[in-house]
């Protein structure tokens, strides 16, 4: 499966992004998706994801209550939408795909597709 990330930008800190993911192949449903993100000199962190099948989701603690992701099926496109800004929300975001069973969807390794990245950047 392919995937390309787009709706980064730059924004001020309180604002809002919406990050979409589209995905090539007719299996959609049979992936998880998920969000990941990098910052200069960091290591790449989870942020959200949407399970296959019943689409459920879960959301890093530095994000919940901020963070939605969500999944169209039918669009074949993961979004992510980003509400409260930070500026250490600045990063590169990434999605991702997986098919079949994972044992733990905050590891970045267990992923097996990955979109090229879309930058987000908040100014304080």
């Known amino acids: 499966v392919q995937l390309q990330a787009s709706g980064g930008g730059l924004v001020q800190a309180g604002g809002s992004l919406r990050l979409s993911c589209a995905a090539s192949?007719?299996?959609?449903?049979?992936?998880?998706l998920a969000w990941f993100r990098q910052a200069p000199g960091k290591e790449r962190e989870f942020v959200a994801v949407?399970?296959?099948?019943?689409?459920?989701?879960d959301h890093a603690d530095s994000v919940k209550g901020r963070f939605t992701i969500s999944r169209d099926n039918a669009k074949n496109t993961v979004y992510l939408q980003m509400n409260r800004l930070k500026p250490e929300d600045t990063a590169v975001y990434y999605c991702a795909a997986v098919r079949g069973r994972i044992v733990s969807v905050i590891r970045a390794d267990e992923y097996e597709y990955w979109g090229q990245g879309t930058q987000v950047t908040v100014s304080s």
């Open positions: 192949g007719r299996t959609f449903i049979s992936y998880t």
């Open positions: 949407a399970r296959r099948n019943d689409g459920t989701t």
